[in-house]
């Protein structure tokens, strides 16, 4: 048995066996660390290059560095608008594996309305997944403590240091700096995206607006070193950003204050305007806003409030604001009756209260006839026609003159026309004639159409600003400038901009800003009242423009109309006569004529040319009826 055992054994076969097993090891082992080798020299020599870059794609990456927006200064160089630190709460997405337990994590420790989370939305879809997208844009000390102590348990959320836009005068000045806003989805698709990365406000409105490209400066970028918690580690190399250029502008604080706090509670506006190069001096409307709440998103309640006030605070009723200028184009028609021959200084009318177009039964009256119960004289010349506003001069002068004429005097001040100015919103107001109205309404232009007309009524219409404008083209006896905000762009200044002069001799101007002069200086004028211990010179004119219409027989009583039917009251005006400083246009939006507006002018020209130091007190007492109700 044991022999037969020891016969079946076949070590040879064995041994073959185990040799061929140990050469397919060998072989796949072989082949194994071939293949090894093979993906070793493929990861360190073929494909390095590929790999590298990934790697530094998760240790390394490119950052914008949004510059420091322009400053805007007054001409003395006082802040108007600014940059001042903050910190945002901001979320990177690819380092979240879910977002909304993140952000319910995050509602439990900082407040986040619906605007914060609409606009993270919005931020999220135009932003890569390593940027850090904004989900609250400005934290306070406590939020962000609360944020600090917790971020370990935050994956993906930073706080971010920024530089957050503020205006420090609030709405002394929002009209015309206006302000800065989130970017929205329409301002985003106009924009070049590359100079606005890691930048989230542009100007909306104002000079904010107007000068963008100048205030937002150049985007710059850095490469940063990262931990896989995306921890900065270092700064591997930077091109550093161009900051935005500062603007200095024409505006002068003390005097914008006095012009906001001489209005008051009055709804109305005033611009100031230095004759001799064009530049703002003041620009405000009333009421205003404050343009901090806009920086970060305003919220729906305070945004519903201004939008829905009937007292309009966002209407900027400097340059937007369109009223019938009144008797304040006065001054204008009657040089042009002087140039084109039809009156004399001295040629008369006569003034019963009212006038008559020839075959016509209707009787346009005067303003003082409901007064005195008939008119400014017997016979009125140029000087008392417009020291007095006597409308009964200007029916007959505009009738003698046409419509077409009388539009062609008054174009070359700015009526009808946007001024240039280097603002946001203008408005060019209407300079009516024959073929505006064709083309307006298909209708011919009617004779009784004219004589409003003469006297700034009817279709037309003209902002604050194109009456200051004109206001300074009389100061200077015919030259004129582009109105303009800016003064310096950096260490630049902004050259002044020179409009066609209007034409007219010397006499004729002395004869028309003669009766300027009488409105205030004489105890006929319209605004006599202000023109009491005047130590300058003022040349102005009164102007009422209706809201509503009064039949051929009513009558205008204030006591009866509602308040926001009353008429609006005007007053222009520059100083000192001899050497134009200042020109002013004041609107007073439903002040009952123009006693609500002339003394807010002699303020402003008070502090400007006397100084806040010595300007004195205006005490003028309530005019009287005759002069609270010039036409």
Not at 398 to 422: K, N, Q, T, W
Not at 536 to 563: L, R
Not at 585 to 609: F, I, T
Request: charged share 25%; net charge negative.
């Amino acid at each position: 048995m044991a022999s037969s055992r020891t016969a079946l054994r076949d070590t040879g076969r064995e041994a073959a066996i185990n040799a061929g097993r140990v050469a397919v090891a060998l072989f796949l082992v072989v082949m194994a660390l071939g293949v090894l080798s093979y993906r070793y020299y493929s990861l360190q020599i073929v494909e390095y290059e590929r790999f590298l870059t990934q790697s530094d794609r998760n240790r390394v990456r490119l950052e914008a560095i949004p510059p420091k927006r322009g400053l805007i200064l007054d001409r003395q160089g006082r802040l108007l608008a600014t940059n001042i630190p903050s910190h945002r709460l901001s979320i990177v997405i690819e380092r979240v594996s879910n977002l909304d337990a993140l952000i319910k994590d995050l509602g439990a420790l900082v407040e986040l309305d619906e605007d914060d989370l609409k606009s993270f939305n919005e931020r999220r879809n135009r932003r890569r997944p390593y940027a850090p997208v904004p989900l609250k844009l400005q934290l306070n000390d406590h939020e962000m403590a609360r944020i600090g102590v917790n971020l370990h348990q935050l994956p993906g959320v930073a706080i971010e240091a920024q530089l957050t836009r503020h205006y420090p005068h609030g709405d002394l000045l929002s009209h015309v700096v206006g302000y800065v806003g989130r970017i929205n989805e329409s301002e985003a698709s106009q924009i070049d995206e590359q100079s606005y990365r890691g930048t989230l406000h542009i100007g909306k409105v104002g000079v904010e607006k107007r000068y963008e490209s100048v205030l937002h400066g150049k985007v710059g970028y850095q490469n940063i070193e990262a931990n896989a918690h995306g921890r900065v580690l270092r700064v591997l190399d930077e091109e550093p950003p161009s900051d935005g250029a500062d603007l200095q502008l024409h505006l002068d604080l003390d005097l914008q204050r006095a012009a906001y706090d001489a209005l008051g509670d009055q709804r109305g506006a005033v611009v100031a305007i230095d004759p001799s190069s064009g530049g703002i001096l003041a620009l405000v409307s009333n009421p205003g806003f404050d343009g901090n709440l806009f920086v970060n998103g305003i919220s729906s309640k305070d945004y519903s409030a201004l939008r829905d006030s009937m007292d309009t605070p966002l209407l900027n009723r400097a340059v937007q604001g369109q009223y019938p200028p009144g008797s304040t184009v006065k001054p204008m028609i009657g040089l042009a009756g002087l140039e084109l021959g039809l009156v004399t200084p001295d040629t008369t009318v006569a003034d019963p209260g009212w006038y008559q177009l020839p075959g016509d039964s209707r009787r346009y009256r005067d303003w003082i006839l409901r007064i005195r119960g008939t008119g400014h004289a017997p016979n009125v010349d140029l000087r008392m026609a417009i020291a007095e506003s006597c409308d009964v001069y200007y029916y007959d002068l505009a009738r003698r003159m046409g419509i077409d004429d009388l539009a062609s005097a008054l174009e070359p001040y700015g009526f009808g026309v946007r001024s240039g100015l280097d603002i946001t919103s203008e408005q060019p107001g209407i300079l009516p004639s024959t073929r505006w109205k064709r083309s307006r309404f298909d209708k011919p232009w009617y004779p009784g159409e004219t004589l409003s007309a003469g006297i700034g009524q009817g279709y037309m219409l003209a902002t604050p600003l194109q009456l200051a404008q004109a206001t300074m083209v009389m100061a200077n006896r015919g030259d004129s400038f582009v109105p303009s905000i800016v003064r310096r762009i950096g260490d630049l200044p902004v050259e002044g901009v020179s409009r066609p002069k209007v034409m007219a001799s010397d006499d004729h101007w002395s004869a028309v800003i003669a009766g300027m002069m009488d409105v205030v200086h004489d105890r006929r004028g319209t605004a006599a009242a202000i023109g009491r211990n005047l130590p300058y010179t003022i040349a102005g004119k009164t102007g009422t423009s209706q809201v509503i219409g009064i039949a051929q027989d009513g009558v205008y009583d204030e006591d009866e109309i509602a308040e926001r039917h009353r008429n609006h009251g005007w007053f222009i005006a520059f100083a000192p006569v001899d050497q134009p400083r200042i020109a002013v246009a004041v609107l007073a939006e439903n002040g009952g004529g123009s006693s609500a507006a002339y003394p807010v002018a002699r303020k402003v020209m008070d502090a400007w040319l006397l100084g806040a130091s010595n300007a004195e007190e205006s005490s003028a007492e309530e005019s009287s009826a005759e002069e609270s109700n010039d036409g």
